[in-house]
Each structure stands twice: as C-alpha cells, then as structure tokens.
C-alpha cells in the first residue's frame, strides 16, 4: 500500500509565499509521477503541477512561473513552493502519485490567500 501525507499548507497574504511537502511510504517504485492538484470550493479538482521520477515537468498556466515543483527521490518526497500567491490560488492542494497506472491520493492541506 502507498500513504501520502501532505503538509504546510495555511493561510498567506496576498504576494506571500508557502512551500507544500509530501510524504509518500509503502510500495514506491522508482518509475512514476507525483503532482500536484487543487480542489476549490464549488470547483473541480485541476492538475497544478507534475513532475516525472526523471524531473521532467509541467505546469498549470495559471501557476507558471510562480510555481515551482520538485521532488527527493532518495526520501520519497514531493514539494511545491508558492510564490507571489493570489486569492484564486486558494482552494485544498492534494499529493498525488500515479505509479503504473494506479493513482493514490493524499489528505489534501488547505491553502487560503487572503486580500
């Protein structure tokens, strides 16, 4: 089985900054994805960011260039670091990973900007 664990997720002002970590355990293999999505309140759950066990990524256009999305193969975790974050930007962010086809969620952590 495979947990996923996200954290550092809060409530910035509008232009702040928040990094969001991922924990993921049990069975990973070397080969897969990790993302990024986001869930806003009457909306539905948007890719943000993700990024290949080679680190080949992608990104939202609403989030490119202020986004930036990595990950610790070695630790089995994903990170996404915010900046100049807006109110739009405010919604519940999930790990994701998609390992041979089955995909696994986290939690999810809320992010809120405010104005």
């Known amino acids: 089985q495979v947990q996923l664990v996200e954290s550092g997720g809060g409530l910035v002002q509008l232009g702040g900054s928040l990094r969001l970590s991922c924990a993921a355990s049990?069975?990973?293999?070397?080969?897969?994805?990790m993302g990024w999505y986001r869930q806003a309140p009457g909306k539905e759950r948007a890719l943000v960011a993700h990024i290949t066990s080679g680190g080949s990524t992608v990104y939202a256009a609403s989030v490119k260039g202020r986004f930036t999305i990595s990950r610790d193969n070695a630790k089995n975790t994903l990170f996404l670091q915010m900046n100049s974050l807006k109110p739009e930007d405010t919604a519940v962010y999930y790990c994701?990973?998609?390992?041979?086809?089955?995909?696994?969620w986290g939690q999810g952590t809320q992010v809120t900007v405010s104005s």
């Open positions: 994701n990973l998609n390992q041979w086809g089955t995909l696994y």
């Open positions: 049990g069975s990973i293999f070397s080969i897969n994805f």
